[in-house]
């Protein structure tokens, strides 16, 4: 029996209308990027990475029966290697668990400089297993980086944060609506823009 482990390609393109990946009321600035008067780096600072924020999207005409949600999961590099020869993808680590995020991501951005074009071939892993992600990200990556996915459909924080989390995540869960209230690591947009 041959096991595999879990790869996907999500090919940024910085020419291609991304739009509609997106939750609507997204703003993608020069430094940061913005949803309902939220910048997404200002939510990973209050609420430490990994963390989600899920909000509605554009009715598709093309799929009706898609989810009308969109997860956005921001989390951290932690580490990054330069590939050994000019032709090797670069590789670095982040402070998530990608198992949930691979089947479902569309789209995946450098906070700092959203929308960049000096593009290269990275793949995404974690400490915790052989999962990865191919992606094209900004050439001059580096550990503390904030990064952002793009998933379709709702994910709950207890998908992305690592195993080594997942007690706290269960205590989260647990008093999810409390959380919310309170302003936790996850949170849903529900159409309005974010009270402060």
């Known amino acids: 029996?041959?096991?595999?482990?879990?790869?996907a390609f999500v090919w940024n393109d910085p020419r291609r209308d991304a739009r509609q990946l997106w939750p609507k009321d997204t703003v993608i600035g020069a430094h940061d990027i913005v949803v309902a008067g939220r910048a997404l780096s200002d939510l990973a600072r209050e609420r430490r990475t990994p963390c989600i924020l899920i909000a509605p999207v554009a009715p598709s005409a093309a799929h009706?029966?898609?989810?009308?949600?969109?997860?956005?999961v921001v989390a951290r590099i932690t580490a990054r290697e330069e590939p050994p020869g000019w032709h090797r993808e670069a590789?670095?680590?982040?402070d998530c668990d990608l198992r949930a995020i691979v089947p479902l991501v569309t789209h995946v951005e450098r906070?700092?400089?959203?929308?960049?074009?000096?593009?290269v071939q990275t793949v995404l892993r974690t400490d915790e297993d052989d999962t990865r992600l191919h992606a094209?990200?900004?050439?001059?990556?580096s550990p503390g980086d904030l990064i952002v996915f793009a998933c379709t459909g709702a994910l709950a924080?207890?998908?992305?944060?690592?195993?080594t989390r997942t007690a706290a995540v269960?205590?989260?869960d647990a008093v999810a609506e409390d959380v919310e209230e309170t302003?936790?690591?996850?949170?849903?947009?529900?159409?309005?823009?974010?009270?402060?």
């Open 1 to 7: 029996m041959t096991v595999l482990h879990s790869t």
């Open 64 to 72: 009706p029966e898609a989810d009308p949600h969109v997860t956005l």
């Open 91 to 94: 590789s670095a680590t982040v």
């Open 111 to 119: 906070l700092r400089t959203p929308r960049a074009r000096d593009l």
């Open 136 to 141: 094209r990200l900004p050439k001059a990556l």
């Open 157 to 163: 924080l207890s998908q992305v944060a690592p195993r």
């Open 170 to 172: 269960a205590v989260v």
């Open 183 to 196: 302003g936790g690591v996850c949170r849903k947009y529900r159409g309005e823009p974010f009270a402060d």
